[in-house]
Every structure is written in C-alpha cells, then in structure tokens.
C-alpha cells in the first residue's frame, strides 16, 4: 500500500505504542512514539499526539489530517482506541484510555467521529490503576480494561516509580461513563483467571473476551489463550 499523503502536511513519521482503530470506511491513527533523531542509532524519544486519517474506501488509500476542535489529549504511547457505535443517538465515538508519557497515564478521552471534537468526559465508580501495553475491548456498550503495567501498590502506597503487570479487568460503561467494580481471583496460582501480563492482544467474541499472550514484565512470555465469560 502506497496512500496518498495529505493535502497539506507530511505523511505520518514512523512510529511504535499508536493505537489504528477502524470507524467505518476510515482508520484513525493516534498517537504513538517516534524518534526525534535523524540518525536511528540514536534513539531520541519524541511522544506523540498527532490523529491522522486514513481512507480505504473503494480501494483509494490516502491520508488526512483532520481539523479537530476542545483540548486534545496529551501525547502518549502504548494506549489503547476503540470505536464505540451509540445506537441511542446514533453517533460514532473513537474512546482513547491510558498509555504512556514519562508516567502511567489513567485518563480518558472521546473523539466524535461526526463532529471532530475531543472531550475527556467525567466518569463515576472505582476507577482502574493507570497503565500503559493493556487492552481494551468493547463488548455492546462498554469496555473492558485488561492487564498492562501499573504502578506497584505497597501497604495502600501508590510506588510511582515502581511497576508491576497486572491480571485486573475493570469495566467502564460508555451508556452512563461509570466504571463496573469487578471481583476475580486474584491468587497467583488460580488456574481459571488468566496471569499478569502486558503487551498482549484481546478481542470479543459473542460476549466472551478472549485474550492471547503476552508478557509478564521481563520474566515470561506467556504462549497460551484464555476466555472470560462476560
């Protein structure tokens, strides 16, 4: 594939931890980390914020720079994107949760696909820990958070210079931005429940999230799938 580039701009730079989410007959490239260096043995790291378009539709690749109105997210990488379809309204939203940017993040933020505005909406429950190299899947109307690096928790101190993987699911309903307090098992050698891990991929399957691989920090790849029944 050869896209054209935008009709005013560069095409985007190379890139690794962005999120290429599918809304439609476009996909929406945000963010990411880039090397702020010409020369690739010298690594300088550049965070992004940058949202371009990419258009597919009848076989016509090209890119686009959008023009987006409010406050955009902060630059990060190793977030995550899903496109979240509100059937009430008939409105579709690109929702962007976590990442990376010299810290965890925790935040949450929607694109309208219709309008092109950000917003970072106020949500209610127990929200999850900030993470980066999680997942997020939607399943209907809400979205399931699961595993990535957090930081370390030590007698109720949040260590914010340690991290740790995780195994914890939390759940944000998109209808009513309220995140869903869940309760697993959280032993270390519980057979049922999938293991801490990061960097893996997720996908839901009629109302089961099925999630593979992975790794548990630097310790361990793991080489197997697991399901959680929703």
Request: proline share 8%; aromatic share 10%.
């Amino acid at each position: 594939m050869r896209p054209s580039p935008p009709l005013s701009g560069d095409a985007p730079c190379p890139r690794l931890g962005h999120s290429f989410t599918l809304v439609g007959d476009k996909v929406f490239l945000f963010a990411g980390l880039a090397n702020e260096s010409d020369d690739p043995k010298h690594n300088i790291p550049k965070y992004l914020n940058d949202l371009y378009v990419l258009n597919i539709k009848n076989g016509q690749y090209s890119w686009e720079i959008p023009i987006t109105y409010g406050e955009c997210p902060p630059p990060r990488e190793s977030h995550t994107a899903v496109a979240w379809h509100d059937k009430t309204v008939g409105r579709h939203y690109l929702v962007v949760y976590g990442g990376m940017s010299g810290c965890r993040l925790g935040d949450l933020w929607i694109l309208d696909i219709e309008t092109l505005s950000w917003s970072r909406p106020k949500t209610t429950g127990p929200a999850p820990l900030p993470r980066s190299l999680h997942s997020a899947t939607l399943i209907g109307d809400k979205m399931f958070i699961f595993g990535g690096w957090v930081p370390l928790i030590v007698d109720n101190f949040t260590c914010e210079k340690e991290w740790q993987c995780t195994n914890t699911l939390a759940v944000l309903d998109l209808k009513t931005m309220a995140w869903e307090a869940v309760n697993i098992n959280q032993e270390p050698e519980a057979e049922d429940v999938p293991r801490a891990r990061a960097g893996h991929c997720a996908v839901g399957i009629h109302g089961r999230l099925y999630v593979w691989s992975g790794r548990d920090g630097y310790r361990k790849a793991w080489n197997n799938q697991v399901r959680v029944s929703i």
